[in-house]
Every structure is written in C-alpha cells, then in structure tokens.
C-alpha cells in the first residue's frame, strides 16, 4: 500500500512563526503535491514537485515555499505564518501508469496560526 | 478561475436512493478524472477514474459517466449508504500528471 504520511496532524502557531509542514511518501513517486483545503473552496493547489530540487507554483504560492532535497520528502514552509494561512493542509504523491495518473493523500495537517 | 465545476456543493439523499455528482471542465488537455472520497479527519482517497476513451466505468455501486464532447462527467452511488456520507471531489489530470485540479467538492449526506 503506497503510503504518505505528514509529520503532524494539528499544529499550532503564532503570527509570524517559521512553520515547515513535512510530507514523506514511500513509494518512490516523482510527483509530490501541497494543497490547502477550506470550507466551501475544495482543494486548492499550492506547489507542486515532479522531481528532486524542481518546484512549480499551483494556484495560490503566496505566502509559502516549497523544499523537496530527496524524492521521498517535500515541504511546505510559511515563511512568516498569518492567520489567514489557518488552514487544512494536504501533501499528495503521484504516478502516472497506463491506466492513468493515481494520487494518494496523506491525513492531513490542522494549522491553527494565532 | 475554475477549471472544474462540481455541483451540488451539498446534496441530501435517503438510504437505497441514487446520489448523482456532476462535474464539467473547460480544458482539453485533462485526460483523466478521478473522483476522491474524504472522510472527515482523514484525507481524499481515490474512490473510482475513468480516461476519456470509454463512456462509462462501474466499479460496486459506483459509476462514473463521461461525456468527452460537452466535457462533463458524473458519478453516480446505487443504493447510497449512511456510510457513504462523505465529501466527494472530481478531478482532472493531464497525461503528465502534473497538472491536476479539483472541482469545489460535494457534501453528501445519506439519511437512514
């Protein structure tokens, strides 16, 4: 079972607090997703990775940065936390086959920035 | 701007009833849609996806019907479950995968 797993599940931060979100994936997929997810908005893409040290901005990069060193990690980094940054947030991996592009979610992290 | 549309945003049905989820999308370049279950507390799972070279894909009491020229698909619970009471998100991706995104998502609610 390909797993993704976050290194926290609810987290709680001040304004203006360095906040790294981790997302490790054990099945050796090359794309690795960060998504933030409110109420009545979906799932909106933040970052996306689809290797080692490449990053590409999704729909809403403000405010966050993106790390991937090794295949298997990606991070999200709020470089000076905000209270509009209180969000869910969701990292995804990815592989593309011959039946199509399959991505899994990890649980999920709550941040709470005060 | 909104490349995926999903209605209802909320959607009540009763046990044994049919729940019907509509999604319509504006890009050619989709070549695969999903549809995700999310429990609450957990993440999106993916529950079924079809390509776009078949009309309709069934998997239990889950279909997804697609129709490539008005670029619309939907899915379709049989005989819903009060364990079925989840949010469900459509999706479409690209043949790379790099480029994927999520309709709002639907409440579905199964009374028993």
């Known amino acids: 079972d390909v797993k993704v797993t976050q290194s926290s599940r609810y987290l709680v931060k001040r304004t203006g607090e360095k906040v790294f979100l981790e997302c490790v994936q054990d099945?050796?997929?090359?794309?690795m997703f960060w998504y933030r997810q409110d109420p009545g908005l979906g799932l909106r893409l933040i970052y996306f990775?689809?290797?080692?040290?490449?990053?590409e901005k999704g729909d809403i990069p403000e405010g966050y940065s993106v790390s991937r060193e090794k295949k298997e990690r990606f991070s999200l980094i709020l470089e000076s936390a905000s209270t509009n940054q209180t969000s869910m947030y969701l990292c995804?991996?990815?592989?593309?086959?011959?039946?199509?592009?399959?991505?899994?979610f990890g649980p999920g992290t709550r941040l709470t920035v005060l | 701007q909104q490349q995926v549309k999903q209605s209802p945003q909320s959607l009540i049905v009763q046990k044994g009833g049919i729940s019907i989820i509509n999604c319509a999308y504006e890009?050619?370049?989709?070549?695969?849609f999903p549809w995700y279950q999310q429990f609450p507390g957990k993440g999106p799972a993916l529950l079924i996806a079809?390509?776009?070279?078949?009309s309709e894909k069934k998997e239990g009491r889950f279909t997804i019907s697609f129709n490539k020229s008005a670029k619309q698909f939907s899915l379709h619970i049989m005989d819903s479950q009060p364990g079925d009471s989840a949010t469900y998100f459509c999706?479409?991706?690209?043949?790379?995968?790099?480029?994927?995104?999520f309709g709002g998502g639907t409440r579905l609610m199964v009374k028993p």
């Open positions: 099945m050796d997929h090359e794309n």
């Open positions: 890009n050619t370049a989709f070549d695969y």
């Open positions: 990775s689809y290797d080692v040290k490449m990053k």
């Open positions: 995804a991996s990815s592989f593309s086959g011959t039946s199509g592009t399959k991505q899994f």
């Open positions: 079809i390509r776009p070279d078949v």
């Open positions: 999706a479409a991706i690209n043949n790379a995968g790099n480029m994927l995104t």
